[in-house]
């Protein structure tokens, strides 16, 4: 079945530098997205790619969908104490019309002050 | 607009018990999926309901189940409780407009299961 694999499961950051996941489909995907949990919280949509090769950003937030359709990655640049969390990202298998959204592992985020 | 929500948010049981979860979506949303979340794991779908039916399931034993009212309530049940099955429950509501899946997850705080 269709797999979802996040790397790294864990990164520690010293406050200001920057952070990439990335994040691999076994299967081609016609969309991701891309949410944030808060330690504690549920999780919160941040995104959502359809295009091949599309390039979105959020303020210090980029988001990238591959030319392939099978992989992404979310960059923060210059992190922040308020980016702490789980990034997870979410796919739906290309031909697919129905809500069978695979999640990722995750990416947990600490930032030290 | 009131957001998703899931009750209880937190239960105790003992292994070999059964336990329903409940689940409000936005309302209009007419697509509900629930989700296990485990240290480690990530998030696990289990299935998710569109209009009363069930459109996909995971890879979870027989065990879980689950349904959809016709106000797009939903409920989910776990038969014969295993000490594995404890985990963060999630559901999640979508606009889900006709037969597509369409746009962003809204989840609710979800329901934490302890089997002791």
């Known amino acids: 079945g269709q797999q979802v694999m996040q790397i790294p499961q864990y990164q520690h950051v010293q406050e200001g530098e920057d952070f990439t996941t990335y994040c691999n489909s076994s299967?081609?995907?016609?969309?991701i997205q891309w949410y944030k949990q808060r330690p504690g919280g549920h999780p919160v949509f941040l995104i959502q790619?359809?295009?091949?090769?599309e390039v979105k950003k959020q303020k210090r937030l980029t988001f990238q969908f591959g030319e392939a359709k099978k992989n992404s990655s979310l960059h923060i640049t210059a992190t922040q104490t308020t980016d702490v969390g789980t990034y997870f990202c979410?796919?739906?298998?290309?031909?697919?019309?129905?809500?069978?959204?695979?999640f990722g592992q995750g990416t947990t985020l600490q930032v030290k002050p | 607009k009131a957001g998703v929500t899931q009750t209880p948010r937190y239960l105790i049981k003992t292994r070999g018990q059964q336990v329903t979860l409940s689940c409000s979506p936005i309302?209009?949303?007419?697509?509900v999926s629930w989700y296990q979340q485990t240290p480690g794991q990530g998030l696990q779908f289990l299935f998710e309901?569109?209009?009363?039916?069930?459109?996909n399931k995971g890879n979870f034993p027989g065990r879980f189940s689950g349904r959809q009212f016709s106000n797009s309530r939903s409920e989910m049940n776990v038969s014969t409780l295993e000490l594995g099955d404890s985990a963060l429950y999630l559901c999640?509501?979508?606009?889900?407009?006709?037969?597509?899946?369409?746009?962003?997850?809204?989840f609710g705080e979800g329901s934490r299961l302890t089997v002791l």
């Open positions: 999640a509501s979508s606009l889900g407009q006709g037969t597509e899946f369409t746009g962003e997850l809204f």
């Open positions: 299967t081609t995907l016609s969309n």
């Open positions: 790619l359809v295009k091949s090769g």
């Open positions: 979410a796919g739906l298998s290309e031909g697919s019309n129905t809500g069978k959204l695979i």
């Open positions: 309302s209009g949303h007419r697509s």
């Open positions: 309901y569109f209009s009363e039916t069930q459109r």
